[in-house]
C-alpha cells in the first residue's frame, strides 16, 4: 500500500469496527482480493453473509484472526506442523484448516466440523480483526458464481452500493485502494494425515509439501 492508500483505511477503520462490533457488514481489502467482514462471533451477522452472497449454506466460510493466541477459541489442537506452517506463511494467504471447538457457528464449518483460518498480511485486514478484538469473515466480496472483486468500485457494481441486507442493514464499504488481485489463498487441511491442499491459491501447494512430508 501507498501512503495515500495506508491515510484513507486509518480514517475508515474505527467506522468499519463499529459497523462489524454492531453485526453489520463490512467489504475490505486482502492480499488479494475485496472480502466481506462479519463478526464470526454473531451468528445473525454470519447469516448476512450468506444472503448478500447468495451462498449456499454447503460452503462453509473462513475467518481472519489479529493473532496466533486467538486461535484456541476456534479449534483444540495446535500441532507443531500447524506451528511451523503460521510460522513460515502467516501472516499471509494462507488459510490453514483445523478441526473446529463445538462451539464454532456450524454456518462457518457447513458442519464440517472443521474451520479454515488465516492471518491476513494486509493492514486494513488487520486492523479490523484486531479493532474487533473477535475473529471476522474473510469470504470473497462477490456474488457467489460472480468474479472476485479488486477495487471498491468493483464490489459496488456487482454487489450494490448500500444494498438492503435482511436485517435492514447496509454494506459498508471500506475502499483502500487497489487488491494485486491474482490467486486467491491456499487452503491446506491440517486435519488430514498427510495434510492435504484443499484449494492451491497464492502459495503452491509445492512450497507447503516439505514441512509435512
Given at each position: 500500500m501507498n501512503r495515500e492508500t495506508r491515510i484513507i483505511a486509518a480514517k475508515g477503520i474505527d467506522d468499519a469496527v463499529a459497523v462489524l462490533a454492531g453485526g453489520g457488514v463490512v467489504?475490505?481489502?486482502?492480499?488479494?482480493?475485496?472480502?466481506?467482514?462479519a463478526d464470526a462471533?454473531?451468528?445473525a451477522a454470519v447469516d448476512r453473509i450468506f444472503a448478500l452472497k447468495g451462498r449456499s449454506f454447503s460452503n462453509p466460510i473462513a475467518l481472519i484472526i489479529a493473532r496466533e493466541e486467538e486461535l484456541p477459541q476456534l479449534t483444540e489442537e495446535i500441532t507443531d506442523v500447524a506451528r511451523k506452517l503460521m510460522a513460515a506463511f502467516w501472516p499471509g494467504p494462507l488459510t490453514l484448516v483445523f478441526k473446529a471447538r463445538p462451539?464454532?457457528?456450524?454456518?462457518l464449518t457447513a458442519d464440517t466440523g472443521k474451520i479454515g483460518v488465516r492471518i491476513s498480511s494486509h493492514p486494513v485486514a488487520q486492523a479490523l480483526a484486531a479493532g474487533l478484538g473477535h475473529p471476522i469473515t474473510a469470504t470473497s466480496a462477490n456474488l457467489s458464481g460472480h468474479p472476485e472483486c479488486t477495487t471498491a468500485a468493483e464490489v459496488r457494481s456487482q454487489m450494490g452500493r448500500g444494498k438492503s441486507l435482511p436485517s435492514g442493514s447496509t454494506i459498508h464499504i471500506l475502499d483502500a485502494g487497489t487488491?494485486?488481485?491474482?490467486?486467491?489463498?491456499?487452503?491446506?487441511d491440517l486435519t488430514s494425515d498427510p495434510p492435504a491442499v484443499l484449494r492451491e491459491g497464492a502459495i503452491p501447494g509445492s512450497a507447503l509439501v516439505p514441512f509435512f512430508s
Open positions: 467489504a475490505f481489502p486482502t492480499e488479494t482480493f475485496y472480502g466481506l467482514a462471533t454473531n451468528a462451539e464454532v457457528n456450524s454456518r487488491t494485486p488481485g491474482g490467486r486467491g489463498s491456499t487452503f491446506l
